[in-house]
C-alpha cells in the first residue's frame, strides 16, 4: 500500500474509534437515566434512611412439634487434632437443633415488601472452622458483604461453596490462623457450604440485599430491628423442614410479634436451595422472586 | 529402614510377591553383569601412551547371544505375569457368592455401602458408612469400585490390591483376607489438594467379631434413618 493511502486509513480508523465512543457515551446516559426505577447497580440511590423514631421491630420464636430427631455423634477419629477439642461434649451432627419444642438455626429474613437499597455494611461476617465444624452453622450476610473465612484448627479445610446465581469458591486452609475474604454479588437463599476433607461438614450461607435477616438461637427466638414501618413478608428457612411465610405489619416504633411452627411430618418437604432470590420493590416492579421447584438438601 | 515389602494378608499376596521378586533378581543379575563389564571396558580399554583406537564393526555372535537371552526371558516373564494377572483379574477368578461391597470414591473420602442380610447390593437394606472398611477373614470380598467426582485409586498395600476409580465406571475388584487386623485404603491416584489424606481404617475381623460388628452397624444405621 502507498504512504497517502496508509495515512488515509489510519485518519479513517481514528474516526470511526471517536465516533464509537461518542455514540457509547450517549448510549451509556441513555440507561442510566432510563434506570432510575429500578434496581441500578451502581448504587446510585442512598439507603433509605431509618428514622430511629419511627423504627419498628419484628421479634419472634420458630416452635417445633413432635419427636425431635435424634442427632447422631459425628465419627472424628480420622481426625485427632479436632476429635481432641471435645473432651466431654461430644460432637453432634446439626441437621435439626431442637430443645423444649424450640427450633434453632432457622434463616429468617424479609422475602418482600422493603423498598430501596442497603449498600453492603462494611464489617464482614464471620465463618469460622473450629473443631472441625463451621461457626456458625447458618449465616446471613447481604450481598457484596464481605466474608471472612477463618481456619481455627491446625489441620487442612477446603471451602467449597455450591451456589447456583452467585459465582462460587473451593479454596484450601491447610494451617491454623490463614484467613480468607470472597463476596457474593447477589441475593441467593441458601448457599451450601461443604468441606470435602472433612465430610460432616456443612453449614448454609443466606445472602439477601438488605440487612433484615437473622438466625434464630438455641430458644429458638430471633429478631429483625430497625425496620421501616411497613407491610413485610417474612420467610424462615430451614435445611430439613424447608420455608414457610407469613405477612407482617408494623407500625411506627412497633414491636411485631411473628411465630413460626415446624413440626415433625414436615420432614418431606422440598427445601429450597441455591435459589437467586430478587428484592420486590413495590408497584413499579412487576416481577415476583424467582422460585422454582425446591431442590432436596445438600448431600450429608 | 525396612526393604522388605509389606505384610501380605491375601491369598494373592503371595503369587504377586514371588512374580515381583523372580523379576527383581533377573534385573539385579543383568544390572550387575552389564555394569561390571562397563566398568571392565572402561579399565580394560583406558587411554594409554601409545595405544590407538581402532573401529570394530561388532561381533555378530555376541549381538545374536545378547538379543535372544533377554527375549526368552521377557517372553517368559510375560507367560508367568500373564498367568498370575489371570488369576486374579480374569472374570470366572471372581469367585462367586463372594460378599460385594460397594465404594464409591470421593474427594476426600471413601463411602463404604455394605449390603444387607442378603449380602446383594442396591435394596433398601443397604447402609453407609464413611472411611470405615471391615470385613470379615477368610472370606472373597468383591468391591464393586466407583467415583463421585475425579480418578482415584483403591489401594491396600497388605492385600495386594489396587484399582483406579474412574467417574462413570463401576469395576469390580476381589480379594480375600488372610489374617486378621487393621490396614488401609490409601488413595493411589493424585485426585486433589487432600489427596494425601485420603484413607480410610481396613478392619478384618474373625467370623464373630464380624457378626457383632455388623449388626451394630446395621442397627445403628437404620435407626438414624428413622
New interface residues.
Given amino acids: 500500500m502507498t504512504r497517502k493511502a496508509w495515512t488515509k486509513g489510519l485518519a479513517a480508523s481514528w474516526i470511526v474509534a471517536l465516533a464509537a465512543c461518542g455514540g457509547g457515551g450517549n448510549g451509556g446516559a441513555g440507561e442510566d437515566t432510563g434506570g432510575e426505577a429500578g434496581a441500578a447497580a451502581g448504587g446510585d440511590a442512598a439507603a433509605p434512611a431509618v428514622d430511629p423514631a419511627t423504627a419498628a421491630t419484628i421479634r419472634g420464636v420458630v416452635t417445633y412439634e413432635g419427636v425431635s430427631p435424634?442427632m447422631?455423634e459425628i465419627?472424628m477419629s480420622?481426625e485427632p487434632v479436632c476429635a481432641e477439642k471435645y473432651p466431654t461434649d461430644r460432637p453432634m451432627t446439626e441437621q435439626v437443633v431442637s430443645a423444649d419444642g424450640r427450633l434453632a438455626n432457622a434463616f429468617v429474613y424479609v422475602k418482600e415488601g422493603l423498598a430501596g437499597e442497603w449498600p453492603a455494611p462494611a464489617e464482614p461476617a464471620a465463618l469460622d472452622q473450629v473443631g472441625c465444624r463451621y461457626d456458625p452453622h447458618i449465616l446471613g450476610l447481604q450481598a457484596g458483604q464481605t466474608l471472612l473465612i477463618t481456619n481455627s484448627d491446625a489441620v487442612?479445610h477446603?471451602i467449597n461453596t455450591q451456589p447456583t446465581a452467585n459465582r462460587g469458591f473451593n479454596i484450601?486452609q491447610?494451617q491454623a490462623g490463614m484467613v480468607s475474604h470472597r463476596e457474593f454479588s447477589r441475593a441467593e437463599v441458601m448457599i451450601p457450604v461443604k468441606c470435602?476433607?472433612h465430610?460432616?461438614m456443612h453449614a448454609f450461607l443466606g445472602i439477601v440485599d438488605h440487612p433484615y435477616h437473622a438466625v434464630s438461637l438455641a430458644d429458638g427466638t430471633f429478631e429483625i430491628a430497625s425496620l421501616p414501618p411497613g407491610t413485610y413478608t417474612i420467610e424462615a428457612w430451614h435445611e430439613v423442614y424447608g420455608t414457610m411465610s407469613q405477612e407482617v405489619i408494623v407500625g411506627d416504633s412497633e414491636t411485631a410479634e411473628v411465630a413460626f411452627a415446624y413440626s415433625a411430618d414436615m420432614a418431606s418437604a422440598d427445601v429450597p436451595m441455591a435459589e437467586p432470590l430478587v428484592l420486590t420493590h413495590g408497584p413499579d416492579d412487576g416481577h415476583e422472586a424467582a422460585h422454582g421447584a425446591g431442590n432436596a438438601g445438600a448431600d450429608r | 529402614m525396612d526393604w522388605s515389602l509389606p505384610l501380605n494378608a491375601s491369598t494373592q499376596g503371595e503369587a504377586i510377591d514371588n512374580l515381583f521378586w523372580l523379576i527383581f533378581w533377573i534385573t539385579v543379575t543383568a544390572f550387575v553383569v552389564v555394569e561390571a563389564g562397563v566398568l571392565w571396558f572402561l579399565w580394560k580399554y583406558r587411554g594409554r601412551k601409545g595405544r590407538q583406537a581402532r573401529y570394530t564393526h561388532g561381533n555378530a555372535t555376541a549381538e545374536v547371544i545378547w538379543t535372544t537371552i533377554p527375549a526368552v526371558v521377557m517372553v517368559f516373564l510375560g507367560i508367568y505375569s500373564g498367568r498370575v494377572w489371570a488369576s486374579i483379574r480374569s472374570s470366572d477368578s471372581y469367585p462367586d457368592d463372594a460378599l460385594t461391597i460397594g465404594v464409591m470414591a470421593?474427594?476426600?473420602?471413601w463411602i463404604v455401602t455394605y449390603p444387607g442380610e442378603d449380602r446383594m447390593l442396591g435394596n433398601a437394606d443397604d447402609f453407609t458408612i464413611?472411611?470405615r472398611f471391615e470385613i470379615p477373614v477368610n472370606e472373597p470380598v468383591v468391591v464393586m469400585l466407583e467415583s463421585e467426582d475425579a480418578i482415584h485409586s483403591f489401594f491396600i498395600p497388605e492385600m495386594r490390591v489396587k484399582q483406579d476409580a474412574v467417574p462413570g465406571m463401576t469395576i469390580p475388584i476381589w480379594f480375600e483376607a488372610i489374617r486378621t487386623g487393621e490396614f488401609q485404603i490409601a488413595c493411589a491416584e493424585l485426585c486433589?489438594?487432600?489427596h494425601y489424606?485420603m484413607?480410610a481404617?481396613v478392619v478384618v475381623h474373625d467370623p464373630t467379631s464380624y457378626e457383632a460388628w455388623y449388626d451394630e452397624r446395621s442397627a445403628?444405621a437404620f435407626?438414624?434413618e428413622e
Avoid at chain 2, 470421593?106 to 473420602?109: A, T
Fill in positions: 435424634t447422631t465419627d480420622e487442612l477446603n484450601s491447610p470435602d476433607v465430610g460432616w | 470421593k474427594q476426600f473420602e464413611r472411611n486433589g489438594l487432600g489424606r484413607r481404617r445403628e435407626a438414624a
